[in-house]
């Protein structure tokens, strides 16, 4: 059988297999690339996320579904894989930011409320009686010197990416990235550049309706949802260049 | 055997399966599918709520068994599933109700009611010697700018619908939503699309006796049950609409 | 083998199956369905509740084994199933109806008792390290508007019956009742009928020595026990009646 | 296999079988079975308690071995199974007896005693990581309206015989209480009716160095032990009775 | 396969096997019998104990295994078994020896102090996650009025003997014993005895550097233990009487 | 099987194997094995750490990736491993540091701090629950009398060494460091040394970009990391140095 | 299958096998038997610990490997085994001899220290979620009457030795021992002895570098580790004793 490998150290996260993994926190990976796809691009002038986020039913409410929180003024999240955890996650990175604004009367760095939460999901690989948290966050910062774009990935691995995705479409989306990301585009430009590789990895469905855009900029420090109007324009402009290519599956 | 992809990771929440999925929140689902028919929906005056409870014995006095409850004065709760655990996260939302009016002086609102729920139930489908709720939530609000029906799901999903259901004649009933169901309907005609769809669900059986159907409008925002005289009209109105179609089974 | 379906699955409490049962639970309901048969009954003055103990040696004191037990003057319980169980559920009644008299000094309704053990009876089927309560209560009451008659059931669905029994003669009894139940015979007539469905669940074998019948009237709201004259009474027009029909095993 | 109906649901106490079974329960039963013969009988002067306690070896002080104990002035018991177990109850029994002398100053009834050892009991079947008490108990008390001989089961059936048996030889035992028990025995003539059934259980071997033999009579209510001479001279009758009928393997 | 009958009720104290028997508490047991063998005699002036502690190599110090415990004054313990778990118990007689001096101004009794013993040693058996003890211990006391040797044994069955004897040799030592043991020997007699038990125990080895004697009489009720000269002289006169009879092997 | 030998013995911490291995602690170990590689050098004048990063994807900002960590002014740690659990032991490190300067008011020894982390990754290995860090530390330090290099290994011996290499590479690091390390050199040769033994367990591949180096001298105490520009000095020396032996794959 | 006889009664240290053995304590007690060779004597005028550190690599400062610890001013210990747990209990002895000071004002004898070690490894052996300590211990000690060597032996057995040794070169070392071992040797001659026995453990291998050497006095009461001269000095000696008989492999 080709189970055999693992022999059961996958069961618990309080064991090793023989070559050192530890499967179950690789189990919780695979939740996430499950999930819906979240972009994350850092432009010259602010950072940029932007979640599909797959809905098909016309009975769903589709502004009840949210997948790109507000964090603080300055900061926002965009999550994939399990709903309940990364909720779980989100208020947790709200009272950080709260308690720091509280203790040191400032604003909570993106770094610094990235390795709060990594702590905290690490705890939950090393003992017994719990699982790993199933989730990922993507959290965008701009301070005056940096843009930062901080991935807060399983088991706790904190990365600061230029440009990078999270979920089911990940691979499509990096590709494209890969291909034409620029470090000097400006936020529109990554917001289309965004579209165009969750356009890809949809494979040519893309729903203003269904599609969630946050923008912090350097200029402001504001992080912000655009309002459906606006996202409505940026895939109109999506559509119209990939007319005739469009998949007719 | 066809059990063998689960191979054991589905006897414990605490563990990911290797495609990163956590069969024992699955499977409280199944708890919900095989529960009554539940059904909410959203009509452009207020929001209507209706169980079908399914009782057969006329030794068992139908008004002891309780789907639809008042969580507050504006707000109710249709529930589906394992029972005891339905009336455990009902009597949790009514504390949460009486808690925010002493805190705060005014109504809950259904969103926060829901997120509190949600939150109470992510926790047991993280810890282990516990299992997940095997029950599942419609919450109805009509405040004085929008009109909810939050469902508050399984593992902890929280989605606004404009019509849905849950329970073993979920499937069935929605088909006649995505059909039928207009945004623009008053209350009325949409307890009549309610009924039709359980009509269509119990196979073209409806007893007046055995129906709950609660209401919240947007005119006085009070959240009350109907009596079984205003059931009894309804249910008439689906028969004699229904008469030649019944199901003779 | 026949016990694939389960696989495991009915082990703990804290498992679902596949198809979201908790076995467990199903099981402790057998242990009811194994117990000593206990009738209740709604007449139009009172309510009416019968066990037969079945004893059969001439060397136990049939007294001293207790299955209608006072919960308060106005409440009675009539159990089945695990018999340690019954205990400590009648102690946890009894317990809740002073606590009742002592902090809002009036009486506690039938309704509130029967909640109050379904959420403690839950709480033993959702925690791991326990096992769920093999018992099951049969709760009368005669409030000045109404009668009442609450099963308290496994998991723990609160239900109000006309007639009802459970334990070993179960099926026998319902059986009589849903073809010879009136809502308006008396609490003679009720104590009648709830005999005769015993000698017939126990296939003509009654001795007024080992049962015992529990009585609660609008009249005077007094739970009392009948003592053994008036049963003795009672089965001799039972007997008498079924003279000729009698089973010869 | 013989074992197949089990199929693993005996190996803990907070799993009942698909039948409603608790194995465990039955299993600490069977260690009852297998412990000394403990006999209780009710005389209508009093009651009698007998303990063969089945001594081989010489170099054992025989009275060293304790199987009937004093609770308080009024009550005895004696106990049949695990030895330690049957100890640390007894233990409990005299504490709970002082309790009841300090808060309420009155000698506490057998039957409070009976209960309280059988809620303690009930805990133990319910709960994980610990097993149920292999033992049971024979509790007898003589106060001025009743004569009680309760029998304190596993898992707590509280029991009130006329004349009973626990341990190896119960079978034997109650086949000679069934055929030769009367009510109105004086004392005397239930001590002869226990050592004869004792006597026929031990097939022939009666030894008054290894019998124990505890009285409470109606007329001083106190629960004593009878000394060595007292039992010698009963066992003397019943030998001499069964001369010529004696067991010669 | 011969393991069959305990088909897994063996690995933890809280299961009972479907015959009523505590497997672990008795593998316990093999461990005592495993043990070194420690011999004690009631002799008609006082107790005698004796253990062959089994030391082959000389760069030993045998005075630094110690088998036979001084627990107070007037008593002592003779040990086999697991040699930590021994320690442990002697440490807590020692403990409950002083209590009894503070709270009682008084010396403990043997019997007392083996009942608290053996209450501990309970729990070790009723509760999961612990092992019962491995160990043994053989108790002598002299009041004035009594002679005792109280035995603790697994699990917890408190005997007193006139002699007796734990660990490996327990057989062959018993043997002699109900040969020759009579009540009226002196203390000397009974050292003699035991030593000639050993003797034929260890098939002909004795050696005074490896034996431990204890005695408490009945003339100054303090336990002490002989010094070697005295241990020697006694040896020298087994080995002279057995001169002939010397095993050769 | 090849699974035999260990037979289930790898499972958890609390279960040796009967040739007395902790399986658990040594399949710990093999996650810092396949960890990145980390080298430290100890020189006549300082401690030198390197750290080979090995990133690949042009997205990610490497600087967002710290393999060595700053402790305290004095003290640096590389790491290899699981990254959280790194983490994790970096910030225990800091905060012994902290209060040894608040307690003491000096500085704390390399010494005592890689014990304080060693005895607590010692808990880690013996109590059940948890599993052991998969993670290794190369803390330097330099004080005015001697230089010394500490590694923290699993399960935790601490051992100081001139020059090692933990993750990866290690094999191939040490064989280098077994033929070319001499104790006088300098800062300066031994980063060098470092570079090249990286160059060859990473079989040509070197990138100033991805490569981290830690550095303390004697001089003047202070742990700092090297600026991009020193390193890339260093890596042009070491590719002009081995250019011709290139590897081309 | 050779493993048999086990049948997973080694999987815990709270499972006694059928035969009355702890295997879990037995493999701990292999961990020792793989460790390095340490080994204890006593002299006339003192007591001698050496220990071989068998280190091969010329990276390693085989002066951070230690395996002979300062206890107190006139305690030392030699260990062998897992060396995380060694250094657990070493702490633990230094802090019951700083109790002991602070306490009575005086220096804990070895005994002592070594029992109060004993009690807190027993506790290892009995409760589950831990397992026992993989380490064992050579405590000496010099008094003014009495030398003493006392080992602190798995699970705990206290023993006082001459000559002993522990680790993986116990058999030949005990082997020279038995035969050359003289009580009237001092110092000097008890520190060839250990050494020529380490010598033939690890067959003609012996450096001076990789030796530890502890010394206790009778004279002035101090343990003190012997410096690099010193033990040089002693090795010369052995190696010339040995030159023509060196083994060759």
């Keep these: ?10 069961r618990a996260i309080t064991v090793f297999s023989p070559d050192g993994r530890l499967f179950q926190v690789e189990y919780a990976r695979e939740a996430v690339k499950r999930g819906t796809t979240a972009v994350g691009i850092k432009a010259a002038d602010g950072v940029v996320l ?3 986020k797959r809905i098909t039913s016309r009975l769903v409410e589709a502004a009840s579904i949210e997948k790109i929180f507000q964090i603080d003024d300055h900061i926002g999240a965009a999550t994939s894989g399990l709903v309940a955890d990364a909720r779980s996650l989100v208020d947790r990175a709200r009272v950080e930011a709260q308690v720091n604004r509280v203790s040191y009367d400032e604003l909570i760095g993106v770094e610094v409320i990235s390795k709060k939460i990594c702590d905290h999901k690490q705890t939950y690989t090393q003992y017994g009686g719990v699982r790993p948290y199933g989730t990922c ?4 910062d701009a301070d005056h010197l940096h843009l930062w774009l901080y991935l807060c990935l ?21 590709e494209v990235f890969e ?10 430009a990554a917001i289309l550049l965004g579209l165009d590789a969750l356009y890809k990895a949809a494979e040519g469905k893309l729903d203003a309706g269904t599609l969630e855009v946050g923008v912090v900029s350097l200029q402001d420090k504001q992080f912000r949802k655009l309002g ?20 007719k599956e």
Tied chains: 1, 2, 3, 4, 5, 6, 7.
């Design 1 to 10: 059988m080709q189970m055999a490998p693992q022999m059961g150290y996958d």
């Design 154 to 174: 399983l088991p706790c691995t904190l990365l600061e990416y230029k440009a990078t995705a999270i979920g089911a479409g990940r691979n499509a989306v990096v």
């Design 179 to 188: 291909a034409d990301y620029r470090e000097d585009m400006n936020i529109e």
């Design 137 to 140: 966050l993507l959290l965008p």
């Design 50 to 52: 932007l979640v599909d």
């Design 228 to 247: 459906p109007e606006e996202v409505g324009n940026y895939v109109q402009q999506i559509l119209e260049k990939n007319k005739g290519t469009e998949n």
